[in-house]
């Protein structure tokens, strides 16, 4: 089946199969940054922006997002280039392998919670996994983005 | 000191994070084959016959690869220096399955769909056999799980035995253990037992495999040790070591776990036959189900001691599940002794007994902290008992018996032959500033023992120490390569592997300081066996130590190459230049040169600037922490909440201090998921119970308060610009302090990990009959 999506501000037109998850249509378009970390929806790493909402693209048929809006780290522009930048300046970039799906699930954070306290960033974060940090430098660096902005 | 001790963010970090395409699978040929294999559903078995006759036919599969198809020699997965001490004892394919989960066959399409579909419709008979689940039911079993005649292993020392189900047996002694315990105020008799545990790296095992133009098999792998992958494939399929090439890519976390090559030999066959690129990706749950988590041990230990808080003997025994195969049980069981019972180097005697077993589970393997994790768990736990019997502060028995900054290090007998070679001093250890810095930071004599702070909830504190090392010594070596570009910048090149520690950039820190520039003047190319040179690996916590001295002999190498040269073009004598960051100077005279000119004219006309360099360690400097727990315990339920955790380490000076930190906070909550959560589990069939993160708990970033962490500035002469290894040690403390916070916040010891509130919670219903 055909399905229109958006991508990163691009319109595309894709053939899927009626059980192809969106991220295996994403990745073999190219979009390398969407990862299968798990095959149980619990670890956060293949997070999409979709209409604007993190999902899980592991867990999400492509089916389903036809006529949406997709966004993957490669088109967080200049904001997500920000909060990356935080990450490296507190060292937080161990493996990066869960990193565009924490960007991600950040930056859609950021637009729906005001003011978030730590236990809020934390809850808001819980389903994003990293065993390479401990997590307390990523909070670090969360906080100094959202201050910075 | 310029570069190093300088938090410099990664040279790799925005690349990695906003998702260029850096990893395996990123970089993998597109139109591979793809590869599925078939697992066997049984604990052990025999395979009578497999029939592939319908699979094949399905649309897209390319070949279906059997034990009657691979190649018969045994090699080991494990990826330590040679001579490898884990047995050669593994076939690509073999006619036995020894684990739920293991090989049964390989299968090679065009597609995932067609190889799934494929794999579904092979048929295999089984002669079903009595399998081993039991670490203590091993040794001596009627049972035996390596029945074949051609599994040996290459160094005789360690023990090996099949015919007993024995991988390793390991005899230490320091003096008369019994005459001292028997002469002790107090002997503490305990047993413990470990769990295994997974390293739950995020991206799962992965490599694919290609041929070049000449012929040659390439193979790209999620790998901490691509030079022992590529000697490993060479065994495994009688090939020369100079017909393969192993390249490592990014690697999404490793943790240990792939200090085995997993994966690389089932598209390395698929493409040696059928001259197609090939890959496999395992899922989670193959990842879990055949991948190589930690050593689960049972522990027994006596300790004794002084009514003086004197400790005077350590008595351990251990036995190390090594699962089907034998990987890494030596080396782990031997961490369990020489990275443990050191702590109390001033015991009158010491005794250790070690046993690795071969069980019909999933093969273990190497996991952050190896064996030592498991022996402080029982060491620690026993010393701080033995304080409270004593009415000691545990923060005062440790100090009093605990190694110290000059001290040797106990020499053990081996095997019953005398041990006359060198002592080994501690030239840096911190320990004693970081029990009293992390009883600070922790607040301990205001919070010691403990105190209720709700009907149903107390809180109590409690504290541990630990060391590791820092790389294998007269092993462990590491190379580097550097050649200067004609602007004046510089390619390093090295065989050590970035796993996410950041090695990448402290090693540039380092060269930079040894040449005297900046390290953004640096481009790194690491872990390309064609390419780089030779490195052991990133294992045993040794990439700073022994990678980073040959780097900075390297450094230094070219560091006077560059001025020699520069003496020469201008003409003036050697000793008046002078060389600091990227200019050359000349003492009196006005003329001076950058390095690029310098490039410039020797690379248009003259010659290339190479320098390379390795080094072997011959000690292990270890690094140290002081731990302290603060939990609370919710008597209801039995669940511990870990409120506070203080890491103090002695790591020697940090060559980067913040990415240390990050390393240091990662290891901790690793210890902290062990101490609560994680645990590898079979049911009674062998079938894993926890092969996904939905029933393996890694901890969640709301699953914890607080890690604070604090480095103790110490100065390790042997280390490069005073550095030691951060990589392991972290790890070992947070079950032993963790254990002792709940008993001082509700009275009752687990023995067993982890701590999960069922077994807090059986342990104070107990506590209350008694």
Redesign the interface.
């Known amino acids: 089946m055909q399905i229109k999506i958006n991508v990163n501000g691009e319109d595309k037109t894709v053939e899927v199969k009626p059980h192809e998850y969106i991220l295996d249509t994403l990745r073999n378009l190219g979009y390398y940054s969407v990862r299968r970390g798990c095959d149980t929806t619990s670890c956060g790493l293949c997070t999409i922006l979709v209409d604007g909402k993190p999902i899980l693209s592991c867990g999400t048929f492509a089916a389903k997002c036809d006529g949406h809006k997709i966004i993957t780290v490669e088109g967080t522009g200049e904001e997500g280039k920000r909060l990356a930048q935080c990450i490296v300046e507190e060292g937080v970039d161990q493996c990066g392998y869960c990193s565009p799906g924490f960007i991600l699930t950040v930056l859609a954070m950021k637009n729906e919670l005001r003011s978030p306290t730590d236990d809020e960033i934390k809850h808001y974060l819980t389903n994003n996994l990293c065993r390479c940090t401990g997590y307390e430098g990523q909070l670090r660096a969360i906080r100094r983005f959202l201050e910075e902005v | 000191m310029k570069e190093v001790t300088r938090?410099i963010?990664?040279v790799?970090?925005?690349g990695?994070?906003?998702?260029?395409?850096v990893?395996t699978?990123?970089l993998a040929p597109k139109n591979t084959l793809i590869v599925k294999i078939l697992r066997s559903p049984h604990a052990f078995a025999r395979i009578k016959s497999i029939n592939t006759d319908i699979a094949k036919k399905v649309p897209g599969v390319e070949c279906i690869l059997t034990h009657e198809d691979a190649p018969k020699n045994r090699y080991t997965r494990a990826g330590q220096a040679y001579p490898e001490t884990s047995p050669q004892d593994t076939y690509i394919l073999d006619e036995y399955v020894r684990y739920v989960g293991d090989d049964v066959a390989i299968i090679a399409a065009t597609s995932e769909e067609s190889a799934e579909k494929a794999k579904k419709l092979i048929k295999v008979e089984y002669e079903v056999l009595e399998p081993i689940l039991d670490i203590e039911k091993s040794e001596g079993n009627s049972t035996i799980i390596h029945p074949e005649d051609d599994s040996v292993c290459l160094v005789d020392s360690v023990g090996y035995d099949p015919s007993k189900n024995v991988v390793c047996k390991h005899i230490f002694d320091y003096g008369d253990v019994d005459k001292v315990l028997s002469e002790s105020d107090l002997v503490l008799e305990r047993t413990y037992h470990t769990q295994s545990s997974h390293?739950?790296?995020?991206?799962?095992y992965r490599s694919a495999t290609h041929l070049d133009e000449h012929g040659r098999l390439v193979v790209l792998s999620s790998t901490q040790v691509p030079f022992h992958v590529r000697r490993s494939l060479a065994k495994a399929f009688d090939m020369p070591i100079g017909q393969i090439r192993v390249i490592k890519p990014?690697?999404?976390?490793?943790?240990g776990g792939k200090q085995s090559a997993n994966t690389e030999y089932y598209p390395a066959l698929v493409t040696l036959k059928t001259g197609k690129p090939a890959k496999i990706i395992f899922?989670?749950?193959e990842n879990f189900e055949a991948g190589l988590p930690r050593l689960p041990m049972r522990l027994d230990i006596k300790v004794g001691a002084n009514n003086d808080g004197r400790i005077t003997a350590i008595d351990l025994k251990a036995i190390g599940g090594s699962g089907a195969h034998g990987e890494h049980a030596n080396s782990v069981l031997f961490a369990t002794v020489m990275k443990v019972i050191n702590l109390y180097n001033k015991v009158d005697a010491a005794r250790y007994r070690g046993t690795g077993v071969y069980t019909n589970t999933v093969p273990t393997g190497a996991f952050r902290g190896f064996g030592a994790t498991q022996g402080v768990f029982a060491l620690e736990n026993t010393i701080n008992e033995i304080a409270e019997k004593l009415n000691i502060d545990p923060t005062v028995i440790h100090d009093m018996n605990m190694i110290k900054q000059g001290e040797c290090a106990i020499r053990f007998d081996c095997n019953g032959v005398k041990n006359t070679g060198p002592y080994e001093i501690m030239q840096s250890c911190g320990l004693e500033q970081c029990v009293k810095r992390g009883k600070e930071l922790i607040g301990w004599d205001e919070k010691f023992p403990g105190k209720q702070v709700a009907p149903n909830k107390f809180r109590g504190v409690g504290m541990a120490i630990a060391r590791q090392g820092s790389g294998v010594p007269y092993q462990d070596m590491g190379s580097a390569t550097l050649k200067l570009n004609e602007d004046g910048t510089f390619m390093l090149l090295i065989g050590a592997t970035d796993?996410?520690?950041?090695s990448d950039t402290i090693l540039s820190q380092i060269c930079a300081e040894a040449v005297g520039i900046k390290t953004e003047d640096i481009t790194v190319l690491s872990s390309d066996t064609d390419l780089t040179p030779f490195d052991s690996g990133a294992y045993a916590s040794s990439t700073t130590y022994v990678t980073g001295n040959a780097v900075k002999k390297t450094g230094e190498k070219m560091r006077k190459m560059i001025i020699e040269e520069a003496a020469r073009i201008l003409n003036v004598p050697v000793r008046s230049i002078n060389f600091d960051k990227g200019k050359i100077t000349i003492d009196g005279i006005s003329k001076n040169m950058t390095l690029g000119e310098l490039g410039k004219t020797l690379l248009y006309a003259q010659k290339e600037l190479i320098a390379s360099d390795s080094y072997v360690c011959y000690k292990s400097p270890p690094p140290y922490i002081a731990a302290f727990a603060e939990v609370e315990v919710n008597t209801d339920t039995g669940k511990v909440f870990v409120e506070n955790f203080v890491g103090v380490v002695d790591i020697g000076t940090p060559i980067?201090p913040?990415?240390a930190?990050?390393?240091a906070?990662?290891?901790?909550?690793?210890g902290i998921g062990m101490a609560l959560h994680e645990e590898v589990r079979m049911n009674d069939k062998g079938k894993m119970e926890t092969n996904?993160?939905?029933t393996y708990k890694?901890p969640?970033?709301?699953d914890f308060g607080?890690?604070i962490v604090e480095f103790d500035d110490s100065y390790e002469p042997s280390g490069p610009y005073g550095a030691k290894s951060v990589g392991e040690v972290t790890l070992n403390t947070s079950a032993p302090a963790i254990r002792e916070a709940i008993y001082n916040a509700v009275g009752v010891r687990i023995n067993s990990l982890p701590m999960t509130p069922e077994k807090v919670l059986m342990a104070l219903k107990n506590k209350d009959r008694v």
């Open positions: 938090s963010p990664k790799d970090g925005l990695l994070i906003l998702g260029k395409p990893y699978d990123d390293q739950g790296f995020m991206e799962t990014r690697v999404g976390g490793g943790y899922t989670r749950q796993i996410g520690q950041g980067n913040t990415l930190k990050i390393q906070e990662g290891g901790i909550l690793h996904s993160f939905m890694v969640t970033r709301k607080n890690i």
